[in-house]
């Protein structure tokens, strides 16, 4: 059941239980709303300003569900950037395969853009990446012009996704802490409720946007900024296998037949 929420921002209102989806409240329609909007704001006025281009669709889908979603998975600060980053690479490479191996024009669209989801969703399945609005920052590649080269572009997707992370840690902290735990269990470090490599990889992207946003005053720093982001992305991504639990075969239920194959399979006509 649908419920609306007519009691002013406070703490309980930024709860898990009542500030997500399917809850219609001020504090969403307030908070949320204007986080929304001004974290895109914050990003395209930095674009702009530090000469990183971006591609804006994707990251303005990025900023609603930091905003409005926070308690959901896909809008942690790992699945968001590396999310967008590794979607930039499978969308950039459909791109290249199906441009030199497809020479129908009718069909050059339709196959770079179903490659590009294709490669964005396994991409970001393998390195826990999770994230709804990467799909589209791999889709735009195939239709529409890029905003920088072609080599940088997954980079510089990286560097506004860390825009829109650092902007919902800024504005979420005086009612929780971004992000907020993921269970009672989770990890905490340094006050965030991130395992101790994320922080550091998410601490390093950090770094890396503030290189890569004094390009016009330094293009070695800009150069090192890419580097640098390029390993913090690099250790987000491989930072869930160190302790990654591998299953070949379940073990059999305590059910189950001979060699774990299950008994019987029961149908409402058979318990007839």
Not at 197 to 205: A, H, P, Q
Not at 223 to 240: A, D, E, F, N
Request: one cysteine or more.
């Amino acid at each position: 059941m649908i419920q609306i929420r007519l009691r002013p921002p406070c703490r309980r209102e930024f709860h898990r239980n009542v500030y997500r989806p399917g809850v219609i409240s001020l504090t969403r329609l307030l908070w949320g709303s204007v986080a929304a909007g001004g974290s895109l704001l914050s990003i395209a006025l930095l674009s702009e300003a530090c000469q990183v281009g971006v591609l804006y669709p994707p990251l303005a889908a990025t900023c609603f569900i930091n905003a409005t979603c926070v308690y959901l998975r896909v809008a942690r600060p790992k699945q968001i950037i590396v999310g967008h980053f590794v979607s930039t690479v499978g969308g950039l490479l459909a791109v290249v395969l199906v441009t030199t191996l497809v020479h129908e024009p009718v069909l050059l669209i339709p196959l770079k853009l179903g490659l590009a989801v294709t490669f964005a969703a396994i991409f970001m399945q393998v390195f826990d990446a999770d994230h709804p609005p990467a799909a589209a920052t791999a889709a735009i590649p195939a239709i529409l012009p890029l905003p920088s080269d072609t080599l940088v572009l997954p980079l510089h997707m990286a560097w506004g996704a860390v825009i829109a992370v650092l902007f919902s840690m800024a504005w979420s902290r005086p009612w929780f802490n971004y992000p907020p735990a993921e269970d009672t269990s989770g990890p905490l470090c340094l006050g965030m409720h991130m395992e101790r490599s994320e922080t550091l990889g998410v601490g390093i992207c950090s770094l890396a946007f503030v290189l890569m946003a004094l390009k016009p005053l330094s293009l070695w720093s800009y150069y090192g900024g890419l580097m640098t982001m390029l390993l913090g992305v690099i250790l987000l991504m491989v930072q869930h296998f160190q302790a990654a639990e591998i299953i070949i075969q379940d073990p059999p239920a305590p059910n189950d037949g001979p060699a774990g194959h299950g008994g019987p399979c029961i149908t409402p006509e058979s318990q007839n």
